[in-house]
T-cell receptor, first 114, second 113 residues
Framework: GAGVSQTPSNKVTEKGKYVELRCDPI?????LYWYRQSLGQGPEFLIY????????DSGLPNDRFFAVRPEGSVSTLKIQRTERGDSAVYLC????????????FGNGTRLTVT | EDKVVQSPLSLVVHEGDTVTLNCSYE??????LLWYKQEKKAPTFLFML????IEKKSGRLSSILDKKELFSILNITATQTGDSAVYLC?????????????FGGGTRLMVKP
C-alpha cells in the first residue's frame, strides 16, 4: 500500500511569506507527527496528533507555526512570516494507535527560505 | 530531560568491514528503542527493541539492547556501499501524548568500495 506522502517535496520561499506543507498519512493510521530536521542533526519533534486533535504541540518553536488535521487524516503544517532559520526538511510520520508501534516517515519537504 | 546519544558521529569504512554503532539513552518510562536508516530522504524502520539481551537480526544487520546499562548497539557485517546512510537511534516517550520520539543525532556511515 501507499506510504506517507508529503507535498511539495521542495519549497523555496522568500522571507516573510506564508507556507503550507501537506502530509497524507498511511490509511488507517490515527497518529501523525511532524518533525523538523536540520542538516547533520536528528529529527526534532514539532507536534503530534491523535485523530483530529493535537495531543502534544510542545515542540512548535513559536506561534508562527501551526498545524491542523481537521478530518483525522491529512495534516497541514502552516508557517507564517517565514524566517531563514525555518529552512530545514520537515518530516511527517504516522503510526497505528498501538503504543510503541514504529513510525513510518514520509520523504519530507525541503523548505528553503531566502 | 530525556536524551539519546549516538556514537560515533561519523564513520568511514571499506566494503566488507564490520561496524558497530552505539546508542545510549536516558528516557523517562522507557518502553522501547528503535533504529532507523536514513539515506537521502525519509528514515526507514530497521528494528524495535524492547527486551534486554534478545538480538534482532535482519540479513547483515543485527541489534541488541541492554536495559541495565541503558544502551543499544547496531552491527552491520560485510558492509556494502548501499549501507552508507545516517543511522538514527530513537526512544519513544511513554507519556500521555502517546508515541513521541526522542531522536539521537545519528551516526553517519560511509562505506567505500
Amino acid at each position: 500500500g501507499a506510504g506517507v506522502s508529503q507535498t511539495p517535496s521542495n519549497k523555496v520561499t522568500e522571507k516573510g511569506k506564508y507556507v503550507e506543507l501537506r502530509c497524507d498519512p498511511i490509511s488507517g493510521h490515527t497518529a501523525l507527527y511532524w518533525y523538523r530536521q536540520s542538516l547533520g542533526q536528528g529529527p526534532e519533534f514539532l507536534i503530534y496528533f491523535q485523530g483530529t486533535g493535537a495531543a502534544d504541540d510542545s515542540g512548535l518553536p513559536n506561534d508562527r507555526f501551526f498545524a491542523v488535521r481537521p478530518e483525522g487524516s491529512v495534516s497541514t503544517l502552516k508557517i507564517q512570516r517565514t524566517e531563514r532559520g525555518d529552512s530545514a526538511v520537515y518530516l511527517c510520520a504516522s503510526s497505528s494507535r498501538d503504543r510503541g508501534s514504529p513510525l513510518h516517515f514520509g520523504n519530507g519537504t525541503r523548505l528553503t527560505v531566502t | 530531560e530525556d536524551k539519546v546519544v549516538q556514537s560515533p558521529l561519523s564513520l568511514v569504512v571499506h566494503e566488507g568491514d564490520t561496524v558497530t554503532l552505539n546508542c545510549s539513552y536516558e528516557v523517562t518510562n522507557f518502553r522501547s528503542l528503535l533504529w532507523y536508516k536514513q539515506e537521502k530522504k525519509a528514515p526507514t524502520f530497521l528494528f524495535m527493541l524492547t527486551s534486554s539481551g534478545i538480538e534482532k537480526k535482519s540479513g547483515r544487520l543485527s541489534s541488541i539492547l541492554d536495559k541495565k546499562e541503558l544502551f543499544s548497539i547496531l552491527n552491520i557485517t560485510a558492509t556494502q556501499t548501499g549501507d552508507s546512510a545516517v543511522y538514527l537511534c530513537v526512544a519513544p516517550m511513554n507519556n500521555n501524548a502517546g508515541n513521541m520520539l526522542t531522536f539521537g543525532g545519528g551516526t553517519r556511515l560511509m562505506v567505500k568500495p
